[in-house]
């Protein structure tokens, strides 16, 4: 294609989605394959790095052209080779976006817009205001079924939306499901939303309450979409020349293990715990439903592994460690025969790096809620965070399959 013919597929493209699809902010940016063993942290702590994988086996980096040199010079002292995945992460994204583009004029029968939407979309990611429309049009249609309340503002001021599938026969047990804490995992909050559409339409899990956060993180989630693909924070502007908190790094509960003091990290824990209104606007609603709660669910990618606590000690054992792990395979076993697909049941600190402060440790730790996850999805890192959009109905598929089987285990 001539670069005319695909300046204007962008164009059509931006129009389409309102929203502007450069990528400046990442020019230059490259992404890294480490081998020869983990990382260092003092890379991570410092914002030298920005680790794609925070769970799994991988070591993808995305790697800022002011820091290549130190970087490299880094891996070379701690014995550790490295491999260019991506040389311009901008243009790497604008081509994607040309392609996304493509399946979308393939699947032009869009059923969801900012104005009307009756159903989540199966072939594109949904922007900020396509979200609120269905969550609005949903209880607007289903109230029998679902309530939607605001639990809070964030940073910026938009509202953290509750959506609570209510059951038809209460057993008085419920599920908590968070999607969306970090802005660019895409795929987080695109299966939550089809799982409240699942929810209102099917009644496989009809005596459970489920109270699902779509969408915990709007202002990032907003800042991928016009400004930065690649932003993982929320959008607290800080003092020093580096803004955003790790929202996934700053509940209080061993806060501050294995996360870092350093504004310009991926991983900033903030000043202090709950320091951002969206961690308390989701702590302070988790507390009103916790007597009944019996699973939290984290959505985060990617990586396909099933996360279980603690992830801020390695060697102090999280209670009902077992019966985390086995359930933990009750939802994998389920997941592969929905659509094949292989995700592994894994501890979070033990296994790779500590991360604590996450919403999983917090419930574990602070509501004893028995079972609390991060399943971190799609996919294992071929696409990691720009994951084709295509992806969405299966990944929706295998998480729903997985959340039933898991749920049936709990209150079997
Ligand atoms: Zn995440």
């Excluded at 817009?113 to 159903?119: G, I, M, N, V, W």
């Excluded at 799982?195 to 899990?205: A, E």
């Excluded at 054992?317 to 894994?346: C, H, M, S, W």
Aim: charge should be negative; hydrophobic fraction near 40%; aromatic fraction near 10%.
């Amino acid at each position: 294609m001539c670069l005319g013919r695909v300046l204007t597929a962008v164009v059509l493209l931006t129009a389409a989605r309102g929203a502007s699809i450069t990528q400046e902010a990442l020019r230059g940016h490259q992404v890294w394959e480490v081998s020869g063993g983990l990382v260092p942290q003092h890379l991570v702590m410092t914002g030298l790095v920005d680790p794609l994988d925070h769970s799994g086996p991988s070591r993808s980096i995305r790697v800022a052209p002011e820091f290549a040199s130190k970087v490299k010079e880094s891996l070379h002292r701690a014995d550790l080779t490295y491999r260019i995945l991506v040389h311009d992460l901008s243009t790497y994204l604008e081509e994607e976006e040309v392609r996304e583009g493509r399946s979308r004029r393939d699947a032009e029968n869009i059923t969801c817009t900012c104005s009307s939407c009756l159903e989540p979309l199966h072939s594109q990611y949904m922007s900020f205001c396509q979200i609120e429309r269905f969550l609005a049009d949903m209880a607007q249609t289903y109230p029998d079924r679902i309530n939607v309340t605001s639990i809070g503002k964030s940073v910026e001021g938009r509202d953290i939306w509750l959506a609570h599938l209510k059951p038809t026969n209460p057993l008085d047990k419920s599920i908590w499901v968070e999607a969306g804490l970090h802005a660019r995992e895409w795929i987080s909050p695109a299966v939550a939303l089809h799982l409240i559409h699942r929810l209102i339409h099917n009644s496989s899990m009809a005596g459970i309450d489920a109270f699902i956060i779509p969408m915990a993180n709007p202002d990032g989630y907003v800042y991928t979409w016009t400004t930065n693909r690649f932003w993982r924070k929320n959008r607290r502007i800080l003092a020093s020349n580096c803004d955003g908190v790790d929202l996934n790094r700053n509940w209080d509960f061993h806060f501050g293990v294995g996360a870092s003091t350093d504004p310009c990290s991926e991983v900033y824990k903030g000043p202090s715990a709950f320091s951002e209104p969206e961690t308390r606007a989701l702590r302070d609603a988790m507390l009103k439903e916790k007597d009944n709660m019996v699973l939290v669910l984290a959505l985060h990618s990617f990586g396909q592994n099933l996360l279980y606590p603690w992830g801020w000690s390695k060697t102090v054992q999280a209670p009902g460690r077992d019966e985390l792990i086995a359930t933990g395979k009750v939802f994998t076993f389920a997941a592969r025969k929905a659509t094949d697909v292989k995700y592994n049941v894994i501890n979070s600190a033990g296994d790779f790096y500590f991360a604590s402060g996450a919403t999983d440790d917090w419930a574990l730790g602070m509501l004893k809620t028995k079972y609390a996850y991060t399943l971190e999805l799609r996919d294992k890192g071929t696409w990691g965070f720009s994951l084709p959009s295509d992806n969405i109905a299966d990944c929706s598929e295998e998480v729903w399959q997985g959340l039933n089987a898991m749920v049936n285990d709990i209150v079997s």
